[in-house]
C-alpha cells in the first residue's frame, strides 16, 4: 500500500507539473486505467494546459512530416520506374511527341486568319526544351528561324529568366514582355524559381503551321 500511495502521489505532482499521461506512465509503472482514477480531479493550470496543447501539435506535425516522406519516396519509386519504361525515344516517336503537343499548346491557323505562323509557348522547361528541340530534328530549322521571346510579371526577375531560358536553349531571348501585375492574386509561381512563360515563334513558317495540322489530322484519323 505504502508503495502504491507513493506512486500516487508522484503521479500527482507530475501531473501538476504537466505532463501527459504517457509522460507520467513512463515514470510511474501502473496500469492507464489506474492512473485515469488517480488524476481524474487533478486540475492543470493554464500553463500546463498549453505545454500539453505544444506537445500534441508537436506530435501531429511529426506524424504529417513521417506521412508526407512515405509520399516522397513512393513517388520517386514510381517515377524512376516509369522512366526506365520510356528508354529511348526514336526519331518517329520524337515527331509525334512533338506533333501532339502543338496539337494540345500551339497556336493554330483559324478561319480569319490562315496565315499563322508556328507559335508555342509554356512555362515548363522541360516541355520547351522538348519543343525546340522538335523544330530543330524533326522540322530541321536552324537558329536563325527561331524567336524566343519571355512573359513575366513585373514582380518577376527578368534578368534572371533571360539567363535562364537562355542557358537552357543555348540561345539569345529577343524580347521580354511584362504582364500586368494584379496585387491580390492566387498565383502560385511567385517563388524563386519563377522565370515567367517563354515563347517560340517560327519566321516564315505559315505552310510549316499547315503541315503541323494535316500531322494532327492525319493522327486524329489514324486513331
Known sequence: MANKSEEKIKAISLRKEGLSYVEILKRV?????TLSVWLRDIGLAKQQKQRLTLKRKQAQLKAQEACRNIRISREKRIVEAAKKEVSHVSKRELWLI???????????QKTHNVSQ?????NSDPRMILLFDT??????????ERLAYSIY??????????KLFWGNLLNTGIE???????IPKTNRKNTDENYYGLLRIDVKKSTDLNRQIKGWVLGIADGL
Open 29 to 33: 509503472p501502473v496500469s492507464k486505467s
Open 98 to 108: 512533338g506533333v501532339t503537343l502543338y496539337w494540345a499548346e500551339g497556336t493554330k
Open 117 to 121: 505562323k508556328v507559335s508555342f509557348n
Open 134 to 143: 522538335w523544330l530543330r530534328k524533326i522540322c530541321q530549322l536552324g537558329s
Open 152 to 161: 513575366i510579371h513585373r514582380t518577376g526577375d527578368a534578368e534572371k529568366a
Open 175 to 181: 524580347r521580354v514582355y511584362f504582364k500586368n501585375h
